[in-house]
């Protein structure tokens, strides 16, 4: 075998190997790429679940809250409006 020989053969193995390196690389990239996509696609389905949720609490909170369940809930433990010296106010003395 001649030095030319030698050489073209060590440039078509380096030349492969390279090729090589390149292939599996990408295809490393994909699979990470397509785990990272897995990943956003579940945490964005989270916050939408977990929006949704705070948009229900924040409605129910808002129906408990309101006057006329107030009144219902007042009128069904016997509760009414204070009389004067019922109410005691305490200050804080720090």
Do not use: C
Not at 1 to 21: E, F, Q, Y
Not at 36 to 51: F, H, I, P, T
């Amino acid at each position: 075998m001649s030095t030319t020989d030698k050489t073209l053969l060590w440039m078509i193995l380096t030349l492969l190997g390279v090729a090589l390196s390149l292939g599996l690389g990408a295809v490393w990239l994909n699979i990470e790429r397509m785990d990272v996509a897995y990943d956003l696609r579940k945490m964005e389905k989270s916050l939408n679940q977990k929006e949704a949720l705070a948009v229900k609490l924040s409605v129910e909170r808002n129906n408990l809250v309101s006057p006329y369940q107030l009144k219902k809930l007042a009128g069904k433990l016997d509760l009414g409006v204070a009389a004067p010296g019922q109410i005691r106010r305490f200050t804080d003395t720090k």
